[in-house]
C-alpha cells in the first residue's frame, strides 16, 4: 500500500465503554494487541496503540485508561499479572459478587410511579433485602476473626476517606468508593491517598508522547433529577484540564487546581505577603476521579443505606456497624446536600463563569454533583472525538455494555444517535457543513434494535461516507451550532462477544480468577484483531486512513463494501 498519496498521518482516538471488570480486562486485551511490544503483535495489529493520540474510557473502561496512564507505558501482559493478583479477592470485604442488574429498574419505578407505589416498594424491598443478605455473610470457619477483619477494612477505609473530610471538603459515597477502588484498579505505588492524575503527567512515557492522551468522562447533574443522552452535561477529565465542551459550560479549569475557591476562574484567597492569589491542590486524586466515573457502583451502597431500618436479617447489625463507622445514623436521609451517591466536586470550579452559551448554568451552584460516565445511556466515550479542535480522523469504539445477558445491544450508539440527531435540547445541538453546503449531523447513523444483530459479532465502520451522517432538515435556530472546515470522525464500531472465551460477565463481578483474568483479555484480543477474517488489518487501515488520505488503493473499495453500515 506504498502507492497510497497520504495527506497527512491520521488522528486516532480509542474509547472504551463502561462495563466494570469486563470492560477493565477485555479493554485491556485491546490494547495489548495494538501494543506494539506485545508477543506476536508485530505481524498483527501492533502499532496501533502507539500510533494513538487519544485513549478515553467510561466507568469500567475509565479503569484502564488510568491503570495504564499510571503505569507509565508499561506493557498490558505486565499489568494482567498484577490485576491477576489483586482481583482473587472481593473489592469490597465481605461483599462477594452481587448480581444488580435490575437494582435500577425497580428504583426508577418506584420513583417515576405513584399508582403501583406498593408493588414498587414490595419489589425494592425485595431485591435489596437479598443485597443485604449476601453482605457480610461470615462462614462458619471464620468466625468474629472474619468479622473483625470485614470491621478493620471498612476503618481504613474510613479513615483514608476522612483525611479529605479533616481538610475542609465535602465527602460523597465516591469517596469511600474510591478508596476500595484503588486497591485494585491502581498500581500499588499510587494506592496512597495523595497521589493526583496532575502529578502523574510527569511520567516520562507521557513526556515524550509514547502513550495516548487519557481522557475519562463524567455526567454533572442535579439529584433525584432523569439525565437524558439528549441534553445531559458531559464532563471531561485529564491530566491537564476539568471541564466541559458543552454549550452550557464551553469551559476548563487546571485539573491541578480543583478544590480551589474560585469565582470566574481566579482564586478568592490572596496571599498577605504577596501580590498572588492563593490555589489549592492536591484534590485531583487518580482515586477519587477513577471513582467519579464509575459512580453507578455506589447505587447498591445509597439504597442499601436507606433500607437497612427496615430489614430484619442477623447480618444487618454489621452493615449497621459499618454505617456508624462511616459516620451514618440508622435514620438516613435522602437529602443530596448531606449525603450523596454521586461525586461532589465542591467548590465548584465554575462559580462565575459566564462562558456558557445555552442550557442550564453551574455559574451559581456551590457544588458540582458528578455522575457514572454512563448515566445519560452514552456508554462509549464518543463526546471527547466529536470536538473539532482535535481533528479525530477515526474512533476505535469498543462496547463492553451489559443490555442483554450481559452483552451490548446498541443502546449506547443508540442514545449517542439520540443526542446528535435531536431537533429540541437544552443544549447546542451541533451540525457540521459538508463540500456541497449541506448541513448535516455531526453522528452517523445506526443500525435499529432490530438491526442490531447485523453488526454483534463483527466490526461496522460507521460514516463511512458523508451521505451516511443524516443531512438536516429544518429551520436553523438558536438551537443549532454549525461547525464549518469539519468532517466527523469515522467511527470502527466492535461489541464485545464470545470468540475465546466466555466474556459477558457481570458488570458487578469483583472476584476473577487468574485463569479468568486471562480469558477476559485474550477474548479482548481477538475482540481487536477480528482473526476471523484474515484481509482484516488491510480493512482497519483504509478505515483509519479514509479521512486522511487522498486516495486510496482498491482493495478498500472491497473492505468498504464488507463492513460499512449503510441504513437499511
Not at 476548563?252 to 496571599?271: A, E, I, Q
Not at 447489625?317 to 462511616?326: A, D, E, G, K, P
Request: glycine content about 8%; proline content about 5%; some cysteine.
Amino acid at each position: 500500500m506504498n502507492d497510497t498519496a497520504f495527506a497527512r498521518t491520521p488522528t486516532i482516538g480509542i474509547a472504551i465503554s463502561g462495563g466494570g471488570f469486563r470492560s477493565m480486562l477485555s479493554g485491556a486485551g485491546v490494547l495489548g494487541a495494538y501494543d506494539a511490544r506485545s508477543p506476536g503483535a508485530d505481524g498483527e495489529l501492533g502499532g496501533l496503540l502507539q500510533s494513538s493520540t487519544y485513549l478515553a474510557g467510561i466507568s469500567g473502561g475509565s479503569w484502564i485508561v488510568i491503570s495504564f496512564f499510571l503505569n507509565d507505558g508499561m506493557q498490558l501482559y505486565s499489568i494482567l499479572e498484577d490485576l491477576k493478583l489483586d482481583l482473587q479477592t472481593p473489592i469490597l470485604e465481605g461483599v462477594p459478587n452481587m448480581e444488580l442488574g435490575n437494582l435500577r429498574e425497580h428504583l426508577f419505578q418506584k420513583d417515576k410511579t405513584s399508582m403501583n407505589a406498593e408493588v414498587s416498594e414490595s419489589k425494592l424491598s425485595s431485591v435489596i433485602t437479598s443485597i443485604v443478605k449476601s453482605i457480610f455473610s461470615i462462614g462458619d470457619d471464620e468466625g468474629d476473626s472474619g468479622i473483625k477483619s470485614i470491621i478493620g477494612f471498612y476503618k481504613d477505609i474510613s479513615l483514608e476517606a476522612k483525611a479529605k473530610k479533616d481538610s475542609g471538603y465535602r465527602l460523597s459515597l465516591i469517596d469511600y468508593w474510591a478508596r476500595t477502588l484503588a486497591r485494585k484498579v491502581l498500581p500499588a505505588k499510587f494506592r496512597s491517598t495523595g497521589f493526583t492524575i496532575s502529578s502523574a503527567s510527569k511520567q516520562l512515557s507521557f513526556q515524550n508522547y509514547s502513550q495516548p492522551f487519557p481522557i475519562i468522562t463524567s455526567v454533572e447533574l442535579i439529584p433525584n433529577e432523569t439525565v437524558s443522552s439528549v441534553d445531559s452535561h458531559i464532563i471531561e477529565i485529564s491530566p491537564f484540564e476539568f471541564g466541559s465542551w458543552d454549550s452550557f459550560l464551553n469551559s476548563f479549569v487546571s485539573t491541578k487546581f480543583l478544590g480551589s475557591d474560585l469565582w470566574n476562574g481566579t482564586s478568592l484567597h490572596l496571599s498577605s505577603s504577596l501580590n498572588a492569589s492563593i490555589c489549592t491542590s492536591g484534590y485531583d486524586t487518580v482515586a477519587f476521579l477513577a471513582a467519579t466515573s464509575s459512580g453507578l457502583f455506589n447505587t447498591v451502597f445509597q439504597y442499601v443505606y436507606d433500607f437497612i431500618p427496615k430489614i430484619h436479617h442477623e447480618s444487618s447489625s454489621y452493615v449497621t456497624q459499618i454505617l456508624r463507622i462511616f459516620g451514618f445514623s440508622t435514620s438516613p436521609t435522602r437529602n443530596a446536600a448531606e449525603f450523596s451517591e454521586f461525586a461532589i466536586y465542591s467548590p465548584n470550579p465554575f462559580r462565575g463563569v459566564q462562558s456558557g452559551e445555552r442550557g442550564r448554568s453551574v455559574e451559581n451552584s456551590t457544588s458540582l454533583f458528578l455522575a457514572d460516565g454512563g448515566e445519560d445511556g452514552q456508554n462509549i466515550p464518543f463526546s471527547p472525538y466529536l470536538v473539532p479542535g482535535r481533528k479525530v480522523d477515526a474512533i476505535l469504539a469498543f462496547d463492553m455494555g451489559s443490555e442483554i445477558d450481559n452483552r451490548p445491544s446498541g443502546l449506547s450508539l443508540r442514545s449517542s444517535a439520540q443526542r446528535y440527531h435531536a431537533n429540541q435540547s437544552e443544549l447546542h445541538i451541533p451540525l457540521f457543513k459538508d463540500p456541497n453546503g449541506i448541513l448535516r449531523r455531526i453522528f452517523p447513523v445506526v443500525p435499529s434494535a432490530a438491526q442490531y444483530s447485523l453488526i454483534s459479532q463483527k466490526p461496522a465502520f460507521l460514516g463511512c461516507e458523508i451521505e451516511d451522517f443524516p443531512a438536516f432538515k429544518g429551520n436553523l435556530s438558536d438551537n443549532f451550532k454549525v461547525y464549518n472546515n469539519y468532517t466527523p470522525p469515522l467511527t470502527i464500531y466492535q461489541a464485545n462477544h464470545d470468540i475465546v472465551f466466555e466474556a459477558n460477565t457481570s458488570t458487578f463481578k469483583s472476584v476473577y480468577s487468574p485463569d479468568e483474568v486471562q480469558g477476559m483479555f485474550d477474548n479482548g484480543c481477538e475482540l481487536a484483531v477480528n482473526r476471523m477474517d484474515l484481509s482484516y488489518k488491510e480493512c482497519l487501515w483504509c478505515a483509519l486512513m479514509k479521512r486522511a488520505s487522498k486516495t486510496l488503493p482498491e482493495v478498500c473499495d472491497s473492505c468498504f463494501n464488507k463492513y460499512c453500515y449503510r441504513e437499511h
